[in-house]
């Protein structure tokens, strides 16, 4: 008879450490992981402070380890206990403690549904990984978590996608390491290790249905297909998973760009695929954009909108909510965000921006692109200077100490906004009247640039031009401003009428 490991956590290692390279949580080289934080939703039972010692161990050590605690207040004795040894354990391992609460923490709800109370974890999840947007949450779903509810989706009359029971990852951000491990090995491990852990009376209560489907059904399904019987339902997870999940090259080959707020694919090409693709093209970009930070859109509205465009018109904006505006132009959809907290956006174009810099200054835009500014005294152009591609306009700065009045200043284009026409007009025309036969629908128009003279738009990259009449003189500065949209390879076609 062998000895036991003297360390029981030890075997679990390697397969902890394979999921992470997968999911690009660690790395083999030196470079910083992913994410800078790790959160764990820890409740006390032993799935997660197995999950939480194993994680202590793996993390490198530039990543912050987080114990997230959700108390539902279902039962004021347990629940002060379970809250009590989460944040023990948290000391004793080194992590940061992050509790939340029900928020109706007076009442007594000893009979609540598990539906509710599991909205109102996620809610408290959601909200952390809002406020600390380089962190990625671990949860501790083991191996017969996914069966049972894998039990549960056969009978309610889920899609193919149901089978999958409960995804390794979702959201880019959340992560299940624990699914290829069972309940009974994951406590014989931590029995051995002496790792304390909390047991929850509920988990033995018929009252829920996962009880009842571990309890009752599993028994009866394993007593009439040994050796293995339920076990086997795992493996059917993971094939579906395979099946409804798109490659790796997927939305590379749709995806003619892709930036944080925007995002370029062929229409006709997304239009021959099969409505399943369609989804699962959709919900990878969206978790993609999520990454970055910025609030998504509702996947049905996007389907939605897609499915109701018409190709033949080339011209179509639908609003999507979050900010967000889906944009069809010539056969290619544009998923733009609109950056709200840009709106009174403005960059001054100072006397001694425009006179004094020597090489070319470079300006992030807020809202995507970036602007060159570059100067060369009049009278001494080399000619030698190495163009800088883009959308591009001159204009002459004069030597004189007097103010340029009224000031240059950058901005984004609203409403009502009007032509620079280099006299006094009473009414000058609108800029919307330039562009509204432009092929470009108003959330991409949104996102270019506007150089203005006072309350007067002198040019829009692409659309508007009208720097030629600024005064002139015979000495001063020549200043370029070059605009690029997005790689300096797409900033021609994004621009030019077909």
């Known amino acids: 008879m ?97 509790s939340g609460e029900s928020p109706s923490p007076e009442l007594s709800r000893p009979g609540i549904s598990e539906t509710i109370l599991r909205q109102e974890r996620h809610v408290f999840f959601e909200d952390f990984l809002r406020t600390h947007p380089r962190s990625a949450l671990f949860l501790g779903h083991q191996l017969d978590d996914r069966i049972e509810t894998i039990l549960a989706n056969l009978f309610r009359g889920g899609g193919p996608r149901s089978l999958i ?63 293995n019987g339920t076990r086997h339902l795992a493996h059917l997870g993971t094939l579906m998973e395979r099946e409804t999940s798109p490659p790796d090259l997927f939305p590379s080959l749709l995806c003619e760009n892709e930036t944080p707020g925007r995002i370029r694919f062929s229409f006709f090409m997304y239009r021959s695929m099969r409505p399943s693709t369609q989804g699962l093209f ?59 907290e840009t709106e009174t956006w403005r960059y001054d174009l100072s006397l001694s921006i425009l006179r004094e810099s020597s090489a070319p200054l470079r300006i992030p835009l807020p809202r995507g692109g970036v ?20 959308q591009r306009t001159s204009f002459c700065v004069p030597s004189s100490t007097d103010q340029v009045s009224p000031p240059l200043f950058l901005r984004y284009w609203e409403s009502g906004l009007r032509v620079f026409s280099g006299e006094e ?33 002198l040019w829009i990259p692409g659309i508007l031009d009208r720097t030629d009449l600024l005064p ?19 900033w021609k076609k994004f621009l030019e009428n077909p």
Request: aromatic fraction near 8%; proline fraction near 10%; charge should be positive.
């Open 2 to 98: 062998t000895n036991p490991s003297p360390d029981p956590l030890a075997p679990f290692e390697p397969g902890i450490r394979d999921f992470l390279l997968r999911h690009d949580l660690l790395t083999q080289d030196a470079s910083p992981p992913l994410f800078r934080e790790w959160a764990v939703a820890v409740s006390g039972g032993g799935d997660s402070v197995f999950l939480c010692h194993l994680l202590k161990r793996l993390a490198p050590p530039s990543v912050a380890l987080f114990f997230l605690h959700f108390n539902h207040h279902t039962d004021k004795k347990k629940n002060g206990e379970d809250l009590s040894f989460v944040r023990e354990l948290s000391e004793r391992i080194g992590a940061c403690f992050h």
């Open 165 to 227: 029971g409960i995804a390794p990852s979702s959201s880019g951000r959340i992560f299940r390491p624990l699914l290829a491990f069972g309940r009974q090995e994951i406590r014989k491990a931590l029995d051995l290790s002496g790792l304390s852990y909390r047991e929850d009376p509920a988990n033995t209560d018929p009252a829920h249905l996962r009880n009842r489907i571990r309890l009752i059904l599993r028994g009866e399904i394993d007593r009439f297909f040994p050796p």
């Open 282 to 340: 959709i919900r990878t970009l969206l978790n993609r954009q999520r990454l970055h930070g910025l609030p998504i859109p509702t996947e049905r509205n996007l389907l939605r909108s897609l499915e109701q465009a018409d190709p033949e018109k080339p011209l179509r904006s639908f609003p999507l909510g979050k900010e967000w505006a889906l944009s069809l132009v010539f056969g290619r959809a544009d998923l733009v965000y609109q950056y709200p």
């Open 371 to 390: 602007l060159f500014l570059d100067r060369e005294p009049i009278g001494e152009e080399t000619g030698q200077r190495r163009s800088i591609p883009g």
């Open 425 to 457: 007009v009473l009414s000058p025309p609108t800029v919307s009247s330039f562009w509204k036969d432009r092929p470009m629908t108003s959330s991409v128009k949104a996102l270019l640039p506007v150089l203005c003279r006072g309350p007067l738009a």
């Open 472 to 490: 002139q003189t015979g000495t001063g500065s020549k200043v370029t401003l070059t605009y690029q949209s997005r790689e300096r390879s797409e």
